[in-house]
């Protein structure tokens, strides 16, 4: 398996309380994702990092920040956390598309609960 | 924007049976990739298709890939129960230099029944 790490891996909180998912890899990939995923969604892109400080949005950005200082981290903050993100949260790990493989491995999923 | 549609999102089957899972996307792009995901689980890669005309195999399943239909089938035969997972395409769109990512299709969940 990929050396990824998602923690935690289960967490419930309250509207509007700041929230923070770290995903650690130990595979020193270049590209790290945050996706969440909902039932009839299938997986959505929140953000993404293409190197250490550098990230961009996906197609559901709002409410969601992200940071990555070191290689093998890349953080998902919720600022506010709405019912709304309530979700399963996975991270995925590849290299740059301008390889020749950008197969992406996934870690196990954190589970948010907002009530 | 990159979309990527998959048919049939529900698919159930009986054992022994052969169907295909089709995976269409809106801009060009040559590199596709299938996962598998049982519940509650993390997302299992199971083919890298990286070129036009790409075909891979691994037991039961078969995936191919035409850049100029701009699909992708996951080909079923034979089903059996273990096949039972939701099935996922993901396309990768290129910006250039390194930067780019994966889009994912919202999935085929399967069903196989005896």
């Known amino acids: ?115 | 924007e990159l979309k990527v549609e998959q048919n049939p999102l529900f698919l159930s089957m009986q054992e022994g049976k052969n169907y295909t899972i089709y995976c269409n996307y809106s801009t060009t792009s040559d590199r596709l990739y299938w996962y598998r995901q049982d519940p509650g689980k993390s997302l299992e890669s199971l083919f890298v298709l990286l070129s036009n005309g790409a075909v891979k195999q691994e037991g039961r399943l078969m995936a191919s890939l035409d850049t100029k239909a701009r699909l992708s089938t996951l080909h079923i035969t034979a089903a059996v129960h273990d096949l039972s997972a939701t099935y996922f395409c993901a396309v990768e769109i290129y910006y250039g230099g390194s930067q780019g990512n994966l889009i994912f299709g919202k999935g085929t969940k399967l069903s196989v029944k005896p």
């Open chain 1, 1 to 115: 398996d990929a050396g990824i790490t998602q923690s935690p891996r289960h967490k419930v909180t309250e509207t509007g309380t700041p929230v923070t998912l770290r995903c650690h890899q130990t595979e020193n990939h270049r590209y790290m994702y945050w996706y969440r995923q909902d039932p009839g969604h299938g997986l959505r892109l929140i953000h993404y990092s293409y190197g250490v400080k550098d990230t961009d949005k996906g197609e559901v950005s709002d409410g969601y920040s992200v940071s990555r200082s070191k290689t093998e981290d890349f953080l998902l903050t919720l600022e506010s956390a709405t019912s709304s993100q309530t979700s399963v949260y996975f991270c995925a790990i590849s290299e740059p598309p301008s390889r020749s493989n950008t197969e992406a491995f996934f870690g196990q999923g954190t589970r948010l609960t907002v009530v």
